[in-house]
């Protein structure tokens, strides 16, 4: 289980890193990324940066509500192993597609982390980080 403070709850949130993030397909899942949070107002830990967030949105498309949670749980295994991956002030929503009622756990986590690498990679003609 992810803690509190590194979930994404409310609608607006999700909303942001939707609308304003980069976004990465994959086979069983569509990763959105929002390198920087907006700051928001909200008092206690939605406005705070205490690091990475995760959202998951698993819609009826993918099953019924056991298959919904199942994948839900495996996404949120596999998210929890590579937040590390991302800077303390990221966003990131997965929306699982259909194809992920029937991925093992093992697809999911190679689809999440393709996607991430997609994502966190320097685009071309931005300036990458800074040499040590």
């Given at each position: 289980m992810l803690p509190a403070q590194a979930r994404l709850?409310?609608?607006?949130?999700?909303t942001a890193v939707v609308r304003s993030g980069r976004r990465a397909g994959r086979p069983t899942m569509v990763l959105h990324y929002l390198p920087e949070r907006p700051v928001t107002p909200l008092p206690g830990p939605a406005g705070a940066a205490g690091g990475p967030r995760a959202g998951f949105v698993v819609g009826k498309?993918?099953?019924n509500s056991v298959v919904r949670h199942r994948v839900t749980r495996r996404l949120r295994a596999a998210?929890?192993?590579e937040l590390h991956r991302l800077p303390g002030t990221a966003d990131l929503v997965v929306r699982a597609r259909p194809e992920a009622a029937g991925a093992d756990s093992a697809r999911?986590?190679?689809d999440l982390a393709s996607g991430l690498d997609r994502l966190l990679?320097?685009?071309a003609g931005t300036p990458g980080p800074a040499p040590r």
């Open positions: 709850r409310r609608r607006p949130e999700f498309a993918v099953g998210v929890r192993e999911l986590r190679r990679a320097p685009r």
